[in-house]
């Protein structure tokens, strides 16, 4: 893993804004959780974009580039990366809601004991895997619309996500795993994970772990 710092900043800038952090956003602002047990289980047919940068991939996840890509999505990036720019003062642009709506539903379920919040959420989803544009910037869509993005695969995977949340540390891991299929029909293994650790809303810890192996 290239441990470059800006290149690690770019790298972390990217995974908050491609979704991986999106369901941690949820327990950030948590205050302490019920000292009863109390446990809640929901559907959801969220939606993500996970990066992979030791491919130069980008895995759209249970919604394909092509439906997601809508103009008020693209102005939503181009304004979300000018708040990156801008240092992150106030707050961050509203995303647009369709952009959440998946095709698949997923299990969501928050477990509330003693002072922890336990949030999971797990499925079996479609993904396009895209290659990266190679271009400066970009969050989603627009880091996937110049001359060098391509459609790299596509597959049903599992997409799970964990999180722990106290009133001082949230910690937890995004990950999306199976077997894809390019366009020449070749299979690949493939297998993203982040492990995510933030404290008191500062101090973001975002570590890949990354997997894809060519299948015979």
């Not at 980008?58 to 103009?71: E, G, P, Q, V, Y």
């Not at 708040?83 to 095709?103: C, K, M, T, Y």
């Not at 190679?134 to 989603?140: L, T």
Request: glycine content about 10%; proline content about 3%.
């Amino acid at each position: 893993m290239d441990a470059h710092p800006r290149r690690r900043k770019v790298m972390t800038r990217r995974v908050i804004a491609a979704g991986a952090c999106a369901t941690a956003a949820a327990t950030l602002g948590a205050g302490t959780a019920s000292a009863s047990p109390d446990v809640t289980t929901t559907t959801t047919q969220m939606t993500a974009r996970i990066i992979d940068d030791d491919n130069g991939l980008l895995l759209f996840i249970n919604k394909s580039r092509a439906d997601l890509c809508t103009a008020a999505r693209i102005a939503f990036e181009v304004e979300l990366e000018a708040w990156f720019d801008g240092g992150l003062v106030g707050d961050p642009p509203v995303e647009p809601a369709d952009s959440q709506q998946g095709v698949e539903e997923m299990v969501q379920t928050n477990r509330l004991v003693d002072s922890r919040e336990i949030f999971t959420m797990d499925g079996k989803v479609p993904v396009e895997v895209w290659r990266l544009d190679g271009e400066d910037g970009g969050i989603d869509c627009t880091a996937t619309d110049g001359a060098g993005a391509e459609l790299f695969a596509t597959g049903t995977m599992t997409f799970t996500s964990t999180r722990r949340s106290t009133d001082a540390t949230v910690s937890g891991s995004t990950r999306v795993a199976g077997v894809v299929i390019d366009a020449d029909a070749g299979r690949w293994n493939y297998d993203v994970r982040y492990l995510l650790k933030n404290r008191g809303g500062h101090d973001l810890y975002v570590q890949p772990v990354i997997r894809l192996v060519a299948l015979g």
